[in-house]
């Protein structure tokens, strides 16, 4: 699902309908399902990524729901309080969660996540952090002029509370390796994280996408 509404009108198009044009661009719903296959036959786990708005709810929800059983799993980002994000009231993210959970109660359910300044509260999350099997908080030093393993603790003291098994620290890789230091390392041992996981092309230009495979 494409996320700025200045480029498109809708957030129910695929990106292979007018932003990836190249071959692998995704189209529909069968692309999504072919590609996790074909990735899955080279030994890698791929899982679909959508950025919901609200703007279209329910088409959103069948969308979404229909990948998620197709293929076990889906990738939510969802962003309140920043420009071309999640349009509707945080509330009404509760109720998308839950209507995408009753649609799929078999698959997987991960929600990367962000608001200004890191209050978590604000997005509501305690009351759907139980439909979701990953939490995954946008930690992005670069933002505030905050260090990395700062960011981790912040995030770590509002969500812990929900499961250790379900924080997976997302990192914004692309925005300075240095994010990804000793000090990191060292935090991550300590409060014994599992996963990691991180943006690392997540701005779009012909020099990203052309170096994207190297």
Known sequence: FPWFRNIFQYQTNFIGS????????????????????????????????????????????????????????????????????????????????????????NAKIHVCFDTVYRKYNNLLVGQWAHNVDTLQPELYPVDFGWSATYTLQQAWDQLKDYGKEKFVPMLGLNMGVSEMNSEVADWFEDHEIERVTGWVAHTSSPETRGSFGT
């Not at 197709?70 to 994000?85: H, K, M, R, S």
């Open 18 to 105: 007018n932003y990836d044009l190249s071959s692998l661009g995704i189209k529909n719903i069968n692309d999504a399902v072919n590609r996790i296959e074909q990735l899955k036959q080279h030994g890698i786990h791929g899982a679909c990524w959508c950025v919901p708005t609200g703007n279209n709810f329910d088409h959103e929800v069948s969308i979404a729901s229909k990948i998620a059983n197709l293929t076990g799993e889906i990738n939510l980002n969802y962003e309140w309080g920043w420009p071309e994000f999640w349009n509707l009231a945080p509330i009404d993210f509760v109720y998308f969660i839950q209507s995408l959970r009753d649609h799929s109660p």
